[in-house]
């Protein structure tokens, strides 16, 4: 609990039984409350920037993009959101998106009751819940990609605003272009330029030029 108050939790799930199973479970706990439901990755972007919960329990798949994507935006819109990524998938590809867009936890959904309600818990507290194994393996893959290719540590969501940028494109014009806020929008040019190793995004969209224009060299 955050200062002794219940955690709010926001549930995310294209499955109407499973939002209404969850919210059931967790009514019955007297330190968690339900904040809001969603059942498209849309949906849950817009009810975590208008309800701002501590935790929200996020299913990967969903109608409308991926719950990747979508606790991407929602940690760069309010970091101080927790994601627990609820999910019947267990591929290494599917971890390595979660962590890379700032998850604090991955469970599968045959997990039992008491455990969800446990790692709500965990979560709400800034714990992790991510198997260091897993983990380990995941940040080597990235350190590799580093070494070979900077654009490799870029999300995916990262690297169109990129090409936006390079474009010419200003942060409200992406922000209109991805259907993002501004202070999104924002914050993501801010952690593209780190990654870079960048101060300004002039000196990105010369980068890129610079990439294009070798990639158009005969070889």
């Known amino acids: 609990m955050k200062d002794n108050r219940p955690l709010r939790v926001l549930i995310v799930d294209d499955h109407d039984i499973v939002r209404k199973g969850l919210a059931t479970l967790i009514s019955r706990q007297e330190d968690i409350v339900v904040a809001g439901e969603a059942g498209t990755a849309a949906e849950a972007v817009e009810k975590a920037t208008e309800l701002a919960p501590d935790v ?33 998938y267990s591929d290494e590809e599917a971890v390595m998106g979660s962590i890379m867009a700032g998850a604090s936890g991955y469970l599968l959904k045959e997990i039992r009751s008491q455990e969800i309600v446990e790692a709500i818990r965990r979560v709400g507290q800034g714990q992790s819940l991510l198997d260091p194994a897993v983990t380990n393996r995941v940040l080597e893959r990235v350190r590799r990609g580093r070494e070979q290719d900077p654009l490799a540590q870029l999300t995916e969501q990262e690297q169109r605003i990129l090409e936006l940028i390079a474009e010419g494109s200003t942060n409200k014009e992406i922000a209109r272009q991805i259907n993002l806020s501004d202070k ?5 040019v801010s952690n593209i330029l780190g990654k870079l190793e960048m101060s300004r995004r002039s000196q990105a969209a010369a980068y890129m030029a610079d990439r294009r224009a070798r990639r158009d060299l005969p070889q």
């Open 184 to 188: 999104t929008v924002k914050n993501y």
């Open 56 to 88: 929200v329990v996020l299913d990967i798949r969903l109608p409308g993009g991926s719950g990747i994507e979508a606790c991407r935006d929602i940690r760069a819109h309010n970091p101080d959101i927790k994601v627990l990524m609820l999910t019947s």
